[in-house]
Nanobody, 127 residues
Framework: QAQLVESGGGLVQAGGSLRLSCAAS????????MGWFRQFRGKEREFVAA????????YYADSVKGRFTISRDSAKNTVYLQMNSLKPEDTAVYYC????????????????????WGQGTQVTVSS
């Protein structure tokens, strides 16, 4: 059984940085897209960033564009989310996700475009 394990969350002051990691373990599987989502308390998960494995194209939500960067290290089977210039409104639980099915390329920004999920990591940004 494949698993995604996030790490790197925590408490940071506004303007600071954090780097989240998402390590894939267990059964090796091909991923078409890797994504990061976040969930505010009482809200649905929302798209943050995605990376297309075939050509490493990256996609971002407007709210994080220019501040967050998604990247991967194939040798370590790990995807990262570098978060800079953090704001209190970035406070949420962050989840990484993997699409191993090959859903339509238009679904990378939707939670139903992914079939594997990590357990989530809390990011808290203080003002």
């Amino acid at each position: 059984q494949a698993q995604l394990v996030e790490s790197g969350g925590g408490l940071v002051q506004a303007g600071g940085s954090l780097r989240l990691s998402c390590a894939a373990s267990g059964r090796t599987f091909w991923t078409y897209y890797m994504g990061w989502f976040r969930q505010f308390r009482g809200k649905e998960r929302e798209f943050v960033a995605a990376l297309r494995r075939s050509d490493s194209s990256t996609y971002y939500a407007d709210s994080v564009k220019g501040r967050f960067t998604i990247s991967r290290d194939s040798a370590k089977n790990t995807v990262y989310l570098q978060m800079n210039s953090l704001k209190p409104e970035d406070t949420a639980v962050y989840y990484c996700a993997a699409d191993s099915v090959g859903y339509s390329s238009t679904r990378y920004s939707f939670a139903n475009g992914y079939d594997y999920w990590g357990q989530g990591t809390q990011v808290t940004v203080s003002s």
